[in-house]
């Protein structure tokens, strides 16, 4: 059994988001996930627009940078991604839509993360 989980480690996405979302704990670790995430977006777009898909090389440099950053220096836990790599990109993509929504806050609280 994992030690960050309550119960047993989760067996679907459902159970995993409230995890995700506590080790995304700092305001500020989830803010550098937001500008990775609308970067990778802005260049994803950008890509497909332009027919430059080369670029699109560069979005898990772009996402990945500022979420590590994040993961490293701010919560100082090692990023979901690298034990549940689709939960975890989901899981970003679902935070993000809560933050640009305004939602983050009610699913913070409910995952159980002290507001800061």
């Known amino acids: 059994?994992?030690?960050?989980y309550e119960a047993a480690p989760p067996t679907d996405f459902q159970s995993f988001f409230p995890y995700y979302l506590r080790?995304?704990?700092?305001?500020?670790?989830?803010?550098?996930?937001?500008?990775?995430t609308t970067?990778?977006?802005a260049l994803a777009v950008y890509a497909l627009a332009m027919g430059q898909l080369v670029y699109l090389w560069g979005l898990p440099v772009v996402g990945y940078f500022?979420?590590?950053?994040g993961h490293f220096f701010i919560e100082k836990n090692k990023p979901a991604t690298f034990t549940y790599p689709l939960w975890s990109l989901v899981g970003d993509f679902k935070m993000y839509l809560?933050?640009?929504?305004?939602?983050?806050?009610?699913?913070?609280?409910?995952?159980?993360?002290?507001?800061?």
Do not use: N, S
């Open 98 to 116: 809560l933050f640009i929504t305004g939602r983050i806050g009610v699913a913070l609280a409910a995952a159980g993360v002290p507001q800061k």
């Open 39 to 41: 970067l990778v977006i």
């Open 66 to 69: 500022f979420a590590w950053v």
């Open 23 to 36: 080790e995304h704990a700092h305001p500020l670790c989830r803010a550098l996930h937001y500008i990775g």
């Open 1 to 4: 059994m994992d030690a960050k």
